[in-house]
C-alpha cells in the first residue's frame, strides 16, 4: 500500500495557476503510476491527469489537456500537477491516487488502488 498526502489547493479566481503536490510514501513509489482525479459536488470521480512509473509518458483528461501538467520526482517521492488558466468548472476535490499499472490508471475506481484524502481547489469567476 502507498501512503499518499495532497496539499496546495486554495481559492483562486479564474484564469490563475495553482499547483498541487502529492508526498508519497510506504512500498516503493518509483514503481507506481500515478494520477490525479478530482470529484465535484453532486459528480462523480473523474481522472485528469497520469504519469507513468519512469515519467517518460503523461496522459490527460480533453478537459485539461493544454492547461494542467502532471509531473514527479522520484528522488522526493513527490507528484505534482501544474494548474494553469484555471476555470470555475475546474472547482472539485483534488486527489492523488497510485496504481501499478500506467495502463489502467485513469481507470481506477475508488475502492481500489491508493488515494489520498483530497485537497479542495476552488476557482472563483
Known amino acids: 500500500q502507498v501512503q499518499l498526502v495532497e496539499s496546495g489547493g486554495g481559492l483562486v479566481q479564474a484564469g490563475a495557476s495553482l499547483r498541487l503536490s502529492c508526498a508519497a510514501s510506504?512500498?516503493?513509489?518509483?514503481?507506481?503510476?500515478m494520477g490525479w482525479f478530482r470529484q465535484a459536488p453532486g459528480k462523480e470521480r473523474e481522472f485528469v491527469a497520469a504519469i507513468s512509473w519512469g515519467g517518460s509518458s503523461t496522459s490527460y483528461a480533453d478537459s485539461v489537456k493544454g492547461r494542467f501538467t502532471i509531473s514527479r520526482d522520484n528522488v522526493k517521492n513527490m507528484v505534482y500537477l501544474q494548474m494553469n488558466s484555471l476555470k470555475p468548472e475546474d472547482t472539485a476535490v483534488y486527489y492523488c491516487?497510485?496504481?501499478?499499472?500506467?495502463?489502467?490508471?485513469?481507470?481506477?475506481?475508488?475502492?481500489?488502488?491508493?488515494w489520498g484524502q483530497g485537497t479542495q481547489v476552488t476557482v472563483s469567476s
Open positions: 491516487a497510485a496504481d501499478p499499472s500506467y495502463s489502467t490508471i485513469r481507470r481506477m475506481k475508488v475502492d481500489s488502488g491508493s
Open positions: 510506504g512500498r516503493t513509489v518509483r514503481n507506481y503510476a
